[in-house]
């Protein structure tokens, strides 16, 4: 008996449901890994009036080296320091009137805090 030619027959619904599987898989890992960064860092705090002043004065005070974040100490860039805490001054402005007692005297704080550092360090 002659050797028959011996064909492989496969089936495409394997290779269909093995690439669902595959998205499955890649879309479940990185809903886990967005979460695992999510519990790294930990909750973000509530976005209200002390946490937009709190941005600014960071801002400010990485501005003016008093924040680093490298090993090696950089030069304080005055110009950036005295935006952010124009920022805070054209805030603290614009809100007169419409803050609680608390967040009036927490602009307040931080703005002549900044400016006694700002004037510290540029002269």
Do not use: C
């Not at 519990?39 to 004065?57: C, E, H, T, W, Y």
């Not at 400010?60 to 490298?70: K, T, W, Y």
């Not at 805490?85 to 603290?92: P, S």
Request: hydrophobic share 35%.
């Amino acid at each position: 008996m002659a050797e028959e030619e011996k064909k492989l027959h496969i089936d495409d619904d394997w290779k269909t449901e093995a690439k669902k599987d595959k998205e499955r898989l890649a879309a479940q890992e990185k809903v886990e890994k967005q979460e695992a960064e999510q519990q790294k860092r930990g909750p973000l705090p509530k976005g209200d009036f002390i946490a937009l002043v709190s941005l600014l004065a960071t801002q400010a005070m990485f501005a003016l080296g008093l924040i680093q974040m490298e090993k090696e100490k950089k030069e304080p860039d005055l110009d950036m320091a005295k935006y952010n805490i124009d920022m805070l001054e054209a805030l603290e402005e614009k809100t007169k009137g419409n803050l609680t007692e608390d967040e009036e005297k927490g602009i307040q704080n931080t703005r002549s805090q900044l400016q006694m550092a700002y004037v510290k360090i540029a002269g």
